[in-house]
């Protein structure tokens, strides 16, 4: 587990073609203690991103019929996931490309697994002290600043201000992309009795702005007995 201030395990996806290297991987990250799925190409990388987010994606770049260079690009551009790259492919070039393509590390077959346990702390930390000293959150088209509390869509122009509560327990959500997080990790106050519906009341606001604001690719879902997890789905 490396999250530091949060109790809920780093998610980590393993994009791996090789079901006896995925399935190797995936046990030794979940003996780490990190929540792991796996998936075989984009496809399913994607299917598993939409419905859980991950704060990691180890990615190998021989994927069949899609380029996992490609792939890197994209879960660059699109997702606040941090992206390593996990790969046979040990030529400089590729190295360089996958740099540029904005991956957090490169590390190439046959690997030990305490050092890419090592290199995956690394980038986990890294990405949580990113997290925590920049105001804005972009998810997709959907920008938070926090310091202003506004939420805005570049894709339709549609922006709209939420109190400092509000600002908060979105940012917590979209940070925490496709993950169900606690009523009391939303308001970052432990213990929270069963029947305090503080969070419930504040959520309630934040759907109707989203609603009356025209951002409808936001929604907040709930989870029966915990909190709630948020989706960004396609128009």
């Known amino acids: 587990m490396v999250k530091g201030e949060t109790s809920i395990p ?14 190797v991987l995936a046990r030794h990250l979940t003996r780490a203690g990190y929540a792991v799925s796996s998936a075989a190409n984009g496809s ?7 419905h859980d987010g991950a704060d990691l994606v180890l990615l190998d770049l021989n994927l069949g019929a899609e380029d996992g260079m490609d792939l890197a690009r994209e879960l660059v551009g699109s997702t606040p996931a941090a992206v390593m790259i996990v790969t046979g492919r040990d030529d400089i070039q590729d190295r360089i490309d996958g740099l540029d393509a904005g991956a957090d590390d490169y590390i190439t077959k046959p690997f030990e697994i305490e050092e890419l346990l090592a290199r995956i702390r690394a980038v986990l930390r890294r990405h949580a002290f990113e997290a925590s000293v920049h105001d804005a959150i972009q998810l997709g088209t ?4 926090p310091s202003a509390m506004s939420l805005s869509d570049t894709s339709s122009g549609a ?4 109190t400092e509560t509000e600002s908060r327990i979105l940012a917590t959500l979209m940070r925490q992309h496709g993950r169900a997080v606690s009523r009391a990790q939303l308001l970052n106050r432990e213990p929270l009795a069963p029947e ?12 109707r ?14 989870v029966r007995g ?3 997890r948020l989706r960004l789905e396609s128009k």
């Open 10 to 23: 780093a998610t980590i996806i393993v994009v791996e073609d090789d079901p006896r290297m995925g399935h």
């Open 44 to 50: 399913e990388m994607r299917r598993l991103y939409r």
């Open 142 to 145: 959907l920008t938070l600043d």
């Open 159 to 162: 922006s709209l201000r939420l």
């Open 196 to 207: 305090d519906r503080t969070v419930d009341v504040h959520i309630g606001n934040i759907r």
């Open 209 to 222: 702005k989203l609603r009356d604001g025209g951002i409808h690719t936001l929604v907040i879902w709930p």
């Open 226 to 228: 915990h909190g709630y």
